[in-house]
């Protein structure tokens, strides 16, 4: 019995050794750090817009006779990978982030500007008509967007009773911004308006 108890105590004696000799005596914390990312070069403004209705009954907007319809203007900041390390995660990227992005959405020709208007980004939206909104003092960082929605009618058209009406943003449209790219600073879209005759 006592020579089985002795046993026993240098069989865990020598687990111990063994646990010991595999952990370090002082072990270390590893933080992970996130990959390098380098930008450089100018942003790159592109607005696209969108309508959440195909038509609209044309109307009076002082008689509340009438349809509207939303259109979402989203302004992205793109950016393109350049280079990249696929073994470290540390990237290249062309763009920037870019500040007092300015834009303009003009209506047209029936459509009228009505109700809020809703903006992100640091736009300031305000209608320098009833078919003219102007925004200013946005930023967008790089690989970034913004966001405006405006709800707009149509008045009372009539024969043939019916005819696509327009919505087209232009961002940066003084230029004050230089950027990669100053061809894709226009975007469209349209709605169809009719009209009971």
């Known amino acids: 019995m006592f020579q089985s108890r002795i046993a026993l105590l240098t ?56 349809e509207t319809v939303l259109f979402t203007v989203t302004v992205e900041n793109r950016t393109t990978v350049v280079a990249s390390n696929p073994i470290t995660g540390a990237k290249q990227i062309a763009g920037s982030a870019a500040s007092g992005v300015s834009l303009e959405i003009d209506l047209g020709p029936n459509l009228r500007q009505a109700g ?7 736009l300031s939206c305000l209608p320098a008509s009833s078919q003219v909104i102007q925004c200013v003092g946005g930023t967008i960082g790089a690989g970034g967007s913004a966001t405006v929605v405006i709800e707009a009618y149509a008045a009372r058209i009539y024969a043939p009773c019916w005819e696509v009406n327009y919505a087209d943003v232009g961002v940066d449209p003084n230029n004050t911004i230089a950027e990669v790219s100053e061809l894709n600073n226009r975007a469209t879209s349209s709605v169809l308006v009719t009209s009971i005759c």
Do not use: E, F, M
């Open 11 to 66: 069989s865990a004696a020598a687990l111990l050794l063994a646990a010991s000799a595999a952990t370090p005596a002082s072990a270390q914390i590893v933080t992970l750090k996130p990959p390098p990312i380098t930008q450089y070069g100018p942003p790159d403004l592109v607005p696209q817009i969108t309508a959440n209705k195909s038509s609209i009954l044309a109307g009076n907007w002082a008689t509340g006779v009438y």
């Open 116 to 122: 809020n208007i809703g903006a992100n980004g640091g």
